[in-house]
């Protein structure tokens, strides 16, 4: 089923491709332009939005061994991930039951986190195995002091957890089948080769421009060129879209050569696997996912933006992932240089820009900013982000078991 949509969705573009056509939105559409500066929205958005909703915390190659572990905050929650021996990954607060004091901090791989306030012991899955002195501390039952469990979820490659332990929403509604799809990135094995982190403008600010092909050859003429494409047609899932440009040709790299391939003249199950993942896989409320070749070897960059501690602030780690890790000197050059331009064409054009929009936009003196109907990404993304914002926990259940039902008869 989900090969057929993929097959399907790329059918689709070479038609509007070779018709000179795109999907358009009924209308252009306004946004309040307070929705990015207002402060009082912006804490409601991550307390009902990121505090509620299962986010994609982790590409699964960069937990790839039995003990491995990650420790993060998300929008003041501390987390912690952890590989388990059996292979499947577990979600925690990262919070000492005792104190409270978080029990893990970067990365690593351990069986075991030790408090460093008390010296009390946790097992990896989350077992409370040790409290320090215990003859004076006194008698507790163990088995109820446990690090507290998130809801936590594992599929195509990716890691998604939910921040909120008593959620009932179940992450594979929430996906609406998404995650399906994404197994055609055949993520599962792939070598984490780099990651780090930039700091951006307010968090819906830099997420427009993951849904927004019109700037390509503008804002990008210096990196990407300016005949770049500017055209995106959208398919959605639930709030989750995928973008990418209508054309009967695709782009295939092998080796230091790059091939046209004509797709129409390509029966289904010819088409590569990479061209039909091609143009940028958005996960709402803060992922997105692009497939790039460093150096002819297939990677992508997996962008995870998080809301800052203020409403003009925002950070995105970006983890460049590869379908093989590189080991010569010439193919690491490569994915490296890839990595790097890509730095640059987000943290100097992008956010760079998005700042600079956001410091615009608290003057106050801009009452809405414009999606036109060529922007029908960012249309669906906004009615998404206020939809969810405002819903309660029974209406969020309701709309996701609907979604997933309605995409599933599809």
């Known amino acids: 089923m989900a090969q057929d949509n993929l097959v399907s969705m790329t059918r689709s573009l070479v038609a509007h491709g070779m018709a000179g056509t795109m999907e358009l939105a009924d209308e252009v559409v306004g946004i309040p332009a307070a929705s990015y500066t207002d402060p009082d929205l912006f804490e409601l958005e991550k307390k009902q939005i990121f505090r509620r909703l299962p986010l994609m915390v982790a590409p699964s190659c960069e937990l790839p061994k039995p003990g491995d572990y990650k420790a993060l905050d998300i929008c003041g929650v501390p987390l912690l991930l952890t590989r388990q021996k059996d292979g499947t990954v577990a979600a925690f607060l990262n919070m000492c039951t005792h104190r409270g004091n978080p029990v893990a901090a970067g990365t690593g791989n351990a069986s075991r986190f030790t408090c460093g306030y008390h010296g009390w012991t946790f097992k990896n899955d989350g077992d409370l195995i040790g409290v320090a002195s215990p003859q004076d501390f006194g008698v507790i039952d163990k088995a109820a002091h446990c690090l507290t469990r998130f809801p ?66 503008v804002l990008h003429k210096d990196t990407f060129g300016a005949d770049f494409y500017n055209r995106a047609n959208y398919f959605a899932f639930g709030p989750h879209q995928r973008l990418s440009t209508p054309s009967q040709f695709a782009i295939k790299v092998s080796g230091d050569d790059d091939q046209k391939l004509d797709i129409n003249t390509m029966a289904d199950d010819q088409i590569p696997q990479e061209v039909l993942v091609q143009g940028v896989w958005t996960i709402f409320p803060h992922i997105s996912i692009a497939s790039f070749y460093g150096g002819g070897l297939r990677g992508a960059m997996i962008s995870q933006l998080f809301p800052g501690a203020t409403v003009g602030e925002s950070y995105t780690t970006q983890f460049y992932v590869m379908e093989h890790e590189p080991t010569d000197e010439v193919a690491i050059k490569a994915a490296r240089d890839q990595f790097d331009f890509l730095e640059i064409v987000v943290r100097d054009e992008d956010y760079k820009t998005g700042k600079r929009q956001h410091e615009a936009l608290q003057s106050g003196l801009m009452k809405e900013v414009l999606f036109g109907r060529n922007e029908r990404g960012g249309q669906v993304f906004h009615q998404w982000v206020d939809k969810l914002t405002h819903a309660s926990d029974a209406e969020l259940k309701d709309i996701f078991a609907r979604e997933r039902e309605a995409i599933a008869a599809e």
């Open 152 to 217: 936590v979820y594992e599929n195509a490659g990716l890691i998604w957890a939910t921040l909120d332990p008593a959620s009932t929403l179940d992450i594979a509604d929430y996906l609406c089948g998404y995650d399906e799809l994404l197994k055609a990135f055949e993520f599962d094995g792939w070598h984490l080769f780099s990651q780090r982190t930039l700091a951006g403008p307010n968090w819906k600010t830099a997420y427009d421009g993951y849904l927004d092909f019109y700037h390509l050859p």
